[in-house]
């Protein structure tokens, strides 16, 4: 469980990177007053990229997809959601609850104008994917890399033990290696909770009701986040592919990109 639990947060997308340069966009203001952080960047069809647990939109530079999105003629659109990187961090429960992070998303893709737009969500950014393909009906394609059925689950036990622990609870050892990761990096400890708290879970009846093309994208050696062909049989629409690697690694590889670029095709 502690294996699974540092794989599932130090994944491509779930590793804070410091902005070492200016940075690169800008900032709205959402539904609630949060500022959140991003960047644009090529023309043609829009893709909102979607980190995980702890990420930033950086760790998206990091692998070969955003490359190879732009070279593919894509719009691409990156972004620190609230509570990470330069985003605004609430410390309420208000702040995350009712899906706020999809929400989000929502209020940058109508201030950029886009009609209809793809996403693609890595490990806890899947989570949020999934809420996405059920609100909006702008999405019109949509991956969820690094995810399998267990989020469906709204009493989830890893999600569960990680609020509590990030809340100071003692008594709870399965996310011990997940604690020192994020005390190493001196993240904001209470807006990471806050995300675990109201972390949204995506029922089977919700899924059924998917009428999109999705791609179930993991790799090989990955089973961080519970059975891909269990969540395949519950989104109509969905097919898997896979790509060599672990949590940790299978979102850098140029399959991991490929499969995205085919899919978007």
């Known amino acids: 469980m502690k294996k699974l639990l540092l794989s599932s947060i130090i994944a491509l997308c779930c590793s804070l990177t410091l902005y070492a340069q200016q940075p690169e966009g800008k900032f709205f203001t959402s539904f609630d ?12 069809y829009p893709v909102i990229l979607v980190h995980g647990f702890t990420g930033t939109s950086q760790g ?31 410390h309420t429960d208000a702040g995350y609850a ?13 201030s ?9 969500g890595y490990s806890r950014g899947s989570i949020i994917t999934s809420r996405l393909m059920v609100l909006d009906k ?10 399998g059925a267990d989020y469906t689950n709204p009493a ?7 609020y509590q622990a990030l809340m100071g ?20 400890t209470l807006a990471l909770a806050f995300q675990q708290k109201h972390q949204p879970s995506t029922s089977k009846q919700e899924l059924a009701k998917v009428k999109i093309p999705v791609l179930l994208i993991d790799g090989t050696e990955d089973n961080t986040n519970g059975d891909v062909s269990i969540l395949q049989k519950m989104i109509p629409r969905s ?11 299978a979102a850098n590889t140029i399959q991991f990109a490929s499969a995205i670029i085919n899919f978007l095709k």
């Open 33 to 44: 007053g949060t500022k959140i952080y991003y960047e644009v960047k090529g023309d043609g």
């Open 60 to 90: 998206w530079k990091h692998g070969s997809l955003y490359t190879a999105l732009l070279q593919d003629g894509y719009k691409v659109v990156i972004l620190d959601q609230r509570g990470n990187g330069l985003s605004d961090k609430p």
């Open 98 to 110: 009712n899906d706020a992070e999809a929400k989000d998303i929502m209020a940058l893709a109508t």
């Open 112 to 120: 950029l104008g886009f009609k209809k737009y793809a996403v693609v």
């Open 138 to 147: 702008r999405v019109d394609k949509a991956v969820m890399g690094g995810m």
């Open 156 to 162: 989830w036990p890893r999600r569960i033990h990680a």
């Open 169 to 188: 609870d003692t008594t709870i050892h399965d996310v011990d290696d997940m604690m020192v990761w994020i005390r190493k990096n001196n993240f904001d």
């Open 239 to 249: 097919k898997i592919v896979s790509v060599p690697g672990n949590h940790n690694n």
